[in-house]
């Protein structure tokens, strides 16, 4: 096997190779005060004896020092009380570019180890079962998180909310799934078996109704993603105006020339600790060239995705919005350029209209207020542990569909006893202990090397 540092390895098969000791540099890449280095695998004690001699105290800091190349704390993991299941260590080391390159070298020099791959430590553990599959991606998500509120949902993930939720549905599931096939053994006893049936009917009822709650709630989801809004209204209504006046900085560029955005502008911001994402599209009129026309297309289909279209029109010239025009997404009217207004209450808010001006800053700390207020809308009050991809929703549908054909009491009770499996099938898919490899692949790909 070659152990150059440069060397990069094949992502598809890692499972092949599992027995290796992997070594990865888990801090972030550049010059750094302190960089720590990850090793999870059979060699690690072989690495340790290697580097520094005898074992420190397991899970207790030890400074040592580390070859002839630094001094740095120690810190020895035996398996499987480890974060991967495997013999483990940590060596937090200088974090100058040499250091860790020679450190990184001398631990590559051990035979049986070789570089990490992106999420390779959260896959083995995922391996050993000191991880399931809704906390690597709660993990996953915890790295990416942008905002608090993203953070604090990441985290009750990957701690374990989702996997007591679905593991307390599963045992459920298994009451009911042993009922009905109790039933089948007596099904020659007719009223046995009709009870039976009935029994796991009751388990199954209340458990539809936790699914079908879950499942209405998305702002686990709306959150881990960003809450979409779309800026719309008639051209020069001053809406990347106030893109930029939102954002903070020069984003869009803002003309009194009528048209002038086409594409779609996109900002970030971080409201109240939740992630919005705010587009800028083409001012909407009739006519236009067909480049204006192709950015008007693109404006209404941006509109009609959004969770929220912020509506803009001049003070001027106000605007009622185009009510059906976005589906069924939302709208919040907003009367921009109050500056230009001879007298203040001159022109009377529209219902629910927020008034504006992107010049002065007018009105902004109402329209962000409204924004927050949208976009935490179900987060404070939801449930600890909210859906938060949609690989969970497509496997809670089937399990929903599942449950809901089992309790017709008109089907035959041999299907009816399938439906159940059916359902324990999608719901071992969310946790994991079904068709997991498939899964690991793409979500241990989000993750950097070192996790
Ligand atoms: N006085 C005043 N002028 C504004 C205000 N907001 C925008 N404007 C001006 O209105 C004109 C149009 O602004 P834009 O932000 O480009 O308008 P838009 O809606 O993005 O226009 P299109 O992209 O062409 O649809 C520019 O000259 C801006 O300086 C405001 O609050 N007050
Ligand atoms: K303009
Ligand atoms: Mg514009």
Redesign the pocket.
Known sequence: MNHSPLHHESRTEPASRAGDTIIALASGAGVAAVAVVRISGPSTRAVLENLIGTLPVPREGAVRKIGDIDRGLVLWFPGPASFTGEDMAELQVHGGRAVVQAVVEAVLAVRGTRLAEPGEFARRASRTGSLILTEVEGLADLVSAETEAQRVQALAQAEGGLRRLYEGWRGELLKAQSLMEAGLDFSDEADVAADAARQAADVVAPLLGSVETHLADRSGERLRDGFRVA?A?????????????LAKRDV???????????DVIEVHLDVGGVPVIVA??????EGGGRVEAEGMRRAVLRAQSADLVLW?S??ADPMPAPLGRFGDVPIVSVT?????LPQRGAVPEPPSGIV?????G?GFERLVAELGRRAGAGIEERAASPITRTRHRVELVSVRDALKRFVNPDLDAELRAEELRSAAHHLGRLTGRIDVEDILGAIFSEFCIGK
């Open positions: 800026i209204g008639p051209p020069n209504a001053g809406k990347s105006s106030i893109l930029n006046a869009a560029i803002v003309s009194e020339e009528a048209g002038t955005t086409r800028d599209t083409a001012g909407l009129r803009i001049d003070a921009n350029k109050a500056d230009l504006v001006s992107a010049k002065t007018e």
